[in-house]
């Protein structure tokens, strides 16, 4: 089946540094990727659509200027959490749908700012 | 946008049990998945289920599109099957991401 690969899948850094976490399809173009991030014990929640060559499409709330996407190739989407505050720890997982149908996820990236 | 509800939020079984976990939404979908999240965070496909029935061992996932709810059954539960289960759907007049129910948080005891 297809893979979407997240990387890293563990980060800690300190508050008011920046962290960049990437995500791969392994095996398919994917023009569109999103982004979710999930607290502890909560659904996840749509924080951006990462459109290839375009610019992302933030959900109402989330800071733009504080999540950095950029999806410069049909294989990479990136989010960089900028001066990271200790409220941004969470659990952020990437998407990538194939064919408009599926959805595969990457394996999270669980971030910790102290 | 869409509401998706999951019931129950959170059950509690004995290996060997059988189970049956439902979702329902507010609006027509054109996709629906189900999806288990293991207690390392990631996120398994189980089924991609917009209408019909879908049987892949001990699970199987009915969808009813025109009553706008699915379930999913999981038979002779065991310990691996504990984790949270999200029902996810998809409308495109909605935008291309899915959204996510609460899930379902199953634990099977030995």
């Known amino acids: 089946g297809a893979v979407v690969s997240q990387h890293p899948s563990r980060v800690i850094c300190k508050s008011g540094t920046s962290v960049k976490i990437e995500c791969r399809s392994l095996?398919?173009?994917?023009?569109?990727m999103f982004w979710y991030r999930q607290f502890p014990k909560q659904s996840l929640m749509l924080m951006a659509t990462s459109n290839e060559g375009s610019k992302a499409t933030y959900e109402q709330g989330v800071e733009k200027d504080k999540f950095l996407i950029n999806h410069a190739s049909l294989t990479l989407s990136t989010l960089t959490v900028t001066s990271a505050h200790p409220e941004d720890s969470s659990f952020y997982i990437c998407?990538?749908?194939?064919?408009?149908?599926?959805?595969?996820f990457g394996q999270g990236t669980r971030l910790t700012v102290v | 946008g869409i509401q998706v509800e999951q019931s129950p939020p959170d059950l509690i079984l004995q290996e060997g049990a059988n189970s049956t976990l439902r979702c329902n939404f507010s609006?027509?979908?054109?996709?629906l998945q189900w999806f288990h999240q293991n207690p390392w965070g990631q996120l398994i496909n189980l089924f991609y289920?917009?209408?019909g029935t879908k049987q892949n061992g001990r699970l199987s996932a009915t969808t009813v599109a025109t009553e706008r709810y699915s379930l999913l059954y999981i038979s002779s539960s065991q310990t691996t099957d504990s984790g949270v289960y999200f029902c996810a759907v998809r409308d495109l007049n909605y935008g291309q991401n899915f959204v996510f129910g609460p899930g379902t948080r199953l634990s099977v005891l030995p």
């Open positions: 998407s990538a749908q194939m064919g408009g149908r599926k959805a595969f």
């Open positions: 609006d027509s979908v054109n996709n």
């Open positions: 095996d398919f173009q994917a023009t569109t």
């Open positions: 289920i917009p209408s």
